[in-house]
């Protein structure tokens, strides 16, 4: 499935605004960098409600699927980069 990055970016408007801030920060700077691969979890990761994905980015939440686990860790790393 080939997904689009306006797509992506209109995922990335949350209900929080510490969400959209840190997944929109993160689209801009290193979205396009991705693999397919990793563009394909990051979406899926953004199917998530709102809560849980706060949970997993600000209080350590471990997800279940490996995958998005990695990147929730690269949303992190990112986030000490380019949140200035």
Avoid at 54 to 61: E, G, R
């Amino acid at each position: 499935m080939i997904i689009k990055e306006k797509q992506v970016r209109w995922a990335c408007k949350r209900g929080m605004l510490e969400l959209d801030l840190l997944l929109n920060n993160f689209v801009n700077h290193v979205y396009k960098s991705l693999t397919k691969i990793q563009k394909q979890h990051f979406y899926n990761l953004l199917q998530l409600e709102d809560q849980e994905l706060f949970n997993a980015l600000y209080n350590n939440k471990k997800l279940a699927i490996i995958k998005l686990q990695e990147i929730i860790q690269l949303i992190k790393q990112s986030s000490y980069k380019y949140d200035k």
